[in-house]
């Protein structure tokens, strides 16, 4: 069983080839694919965390399509001031399907 730990828009997401992860929105190349940072590579019984091993990795994923997250909604209130605000927010996401661990 092959996996790995990859960085995917601040945080960090467990892959296996044909995964599909959601993250925050990243630009791909004009044929659509995107290469990923390893953190962690698991290859059986060996695991490879030395960042020069990991340099030579390589996680390359499809991207499937961009979409936006759930409506957040931020409001702020001071007692006995008469101050209220409120925000809303909606996160930009992009979902990719892992293609290769090498």
Same mark, same amino acid.
């Given at each position: 069983? @092959?996996?790995?730990?990859?960085?995917?828009?601040? !945080?960090? +997401?467990? @892959?296996? @080839?044909?995964?599909?992860?959601?993250?925050?929105?990243?630009? %791909?190349?004009?044929?659509?694919?995107?290469?990923?940072a390893a953190v962690l590579l698991v290859d059986g019984d060996?695991?490879?965390?030395?960042?020069? %091993?990991?340099?030579?990795?390589?996680?390359?994923?499809?991207?499937?399509?961009?979409?936006?997250?759930?409506? $957040?909604? $931020? /409001?702020?209130?001071?007692?006995?001031t008469g101050y209220k605000k409120r925000q809303g927010h !909606? /996160? +930009?996401?992009? !979902?990719?399907? $892992?293609?290769?661990?090498?």
């Amino acid at each position: 069983m @092959v996996y790995a730990v990859v960085r995917a828009g601040g !945080r960090q +997401e467990k @892959v296996e @080839v044909g995964t599909i992860v959601t993250m925050d929105r990243i630009k %791909a190349d004009k044929d659509g694919t995107v290469e990923l940072a390893a953190v962690l590579l698991v290859d059986g019984d060996t695991i490879t965390s030395d960042a020069a %091993a990991l340099s030579k990795v390589k996680v390359t994923a499809e991207v499937l399509g961009d979409l936006r997250g759930p409506k $957040i909604v $931020i /409001q702020k209130f001071k007692n006995k001031t008469g101050y209220k605000k409120r925000q809303g927010h !909606r /996160q +930009e996401l992009t !979902r990719v399907k $892992i293609t290769g661990i090498k």
